[in-house]
């Protein structure tokens, strides 16, 4: 029986780069009190802005407690739901945050490490997503703006809580944004919340990543 673990924080964030809709917090809402596996589902909305994005991470840390923390946020292009496998120490924002920051070639954490890898089953989160039937893959870049910012800082923390696991999951716009940008890929927000079950219940489940047998899982 895997451990109980009585919180999982989930995070999105909100919409940015002139954007109504943020999916990755739209997902994470609609699964707010969402009992699974003895663990309950917290949703925590995070600013898309450098420095202060972490911050509200730290605040909802320490006010959850969590046992299990999934990072969600959007990456516009994308065609399936991604586990990252990397978070890197460097903020190169190709565009600015929601407070008109732009950091260049920076470092997440001064002195931190390079990369952190997620906690996260990865793999093993791809093959549930697929075997229900959901578009996934893993991902080995979460980028350099916000989302990876958010996700390194996060990982950082998380060295100094033996037992809590995490990482982050980039999700493909809503069906609306791909109608006001014609040509980018979407995925309906019914399955996208669906995907959510499917990689809390296996994060909790699953402990240890799976070695794929026989078949690879990318
Ligand atoms: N996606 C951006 C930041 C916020 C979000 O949802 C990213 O991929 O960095």
Known sequence: MPAVQPTVLVTGFEPFD??????????????????????????????????????????????????????????????????????????????????????????????????????????AIVQALRAAGLPASVSNTAGTFVCNHVFYALMHRLTGRPGVRGGFVHVPCLPEQAARHPGLPSMALPAQIEALRVTVRTALAVQTDIVAEGGQIH
Do not use: H
């Open 18 to 123: 002139n954007d109504p809709v943020n999916p990755s917090w739209e997902v994470a809402r609609a699964l707010d009190g969402w009992a699974c596996m003895g663990a309950t589902v917290r949703a925590v909305q995070l600013p898309c802005v450098f420095g202060l994005a972490a911050e509200r991470l730290d605040q909802a840390l320490a006010q959850w407690q969590p046992g299990l923390v999934v990072g969600l946020g959007l990456a516009g292009g994308r065609t399936e739901w991604q586990p990252e496998r990397v978070a890197i120490n460097c903020d190169d924002a190709r565009i600015a945050d929601n407070a008109g920051r732009q950091p260049i070639d920076t470092p997440v954490v001064a002195g931190g490490p390079a990369a952190y890898f997620s906690s996260l089953p990865v793999k």
